[in-house]
């Protein structure tokens, strides 16, 4: 039972170039979340889904994308990077939200942009 | 609107005391949360939740207090060990409804533990 894993963990991009973060889940969970942490600072979501075949909008959701094909994978993809991109991004999961259950976290992926 | 946020950004302790970090919260209606610890370059992990109709709960070593009185929470870890090293965050969340189990985080606290 691997939890919850994410490739790359480490990757450069110049501006402009875009890329796809991979997060899986073997844990059967429904909801899967992506976060951005910046120095200094706490995990801020980007977007989050409630179940296969759906995406939402969380609190700094500009300049990503989301696709949830499969219940264990949640992609989040940058089209066009900016340098204000940079930063460490952790996807997470849990197995319902209604009663409160504690999320799960991945070892993040630290993505620069030149 | 939510926010979570704590009142020190650092502690820094001595083997085998007792730490308390602690979270202030805006939102009246949260009703869940949760305290996770992150180390360096690791995502971070859960330590201990509570739910708004409780006050307090224990786990190994752990203690986190609720008052929502005041809008308060704290984390007390017993005898802190150089492993507690790390940052600790505090997060709130109001279960049912649309939140979909969203998380708050707030900014972290860095604990320091000096053998």
């Known amino acids: 039972n691997a939890g919850v894993t994410q490739t790359p963990k480490f990757r450069v991009l110049k501006t402009g170039q875009s890329m796809t973060l991979l997060c899986a889940q073997d844990m059967n969970h429904e909801y899967m979340y992506w976060y951005r942490q910046d120095p200094g600072m706490g995990l801020r979501l980007i977007h989050y889904?409630?179940?296969?075949?759906?995406?939402a909008k969380g609190e700094v959701p500009d300049g990503y994308n989301v696709s949830r094909l499969k219940k264990q994978n949640f992609l989040l993809g940058l089209e066009s990077a900016a340098p204000s991109q940079t930063s460490v991004y952790f996807c997470?999961?849990?197995?319902?939200?209604?009663?409160?259950?504690?999320?799960?976290f991945g070892p993040g992926t630290r993505l620069t942009v030149t | 609107g939510e926010s979570v946020g704590l009142h020190l950004p650092t502690l820094s302790v001595q083997e085998g005391d007792n730490s308390i970090i602690n979270c202030a919260y805006s939102n009246s209606a949260s009703d869940y949360f949760i305290w996770y610890k992150q180390e360096s370059g690791k995502g971070p992990q859960f330590i201990i939740d509570i739910r708004s109709n409780m006050d307090k709960r224990q786990g190994q070593r752990v203690t986190v207090l609720l008052n929502k009185t005041v809008k308060h929470l704290s984390l007390q870890i017993a005898a802190t060990q150089p492993g507690d090293s790390a940052v600790y965050f505090c997060a709130e969340s109001s279960a049912g409804g649309t939140s979909y189990g969203k998380l708050t985080f707030g900014q972290g606290t860095i604990l320091t533990v000096h053998p």
């Open positions: 997470a999961s849990s197995y319902s939200a209604g009663g409160g259950y504690e999320q799960y």
């Open positions: 889904s409630v179940g296969e075949g759906t995406t």
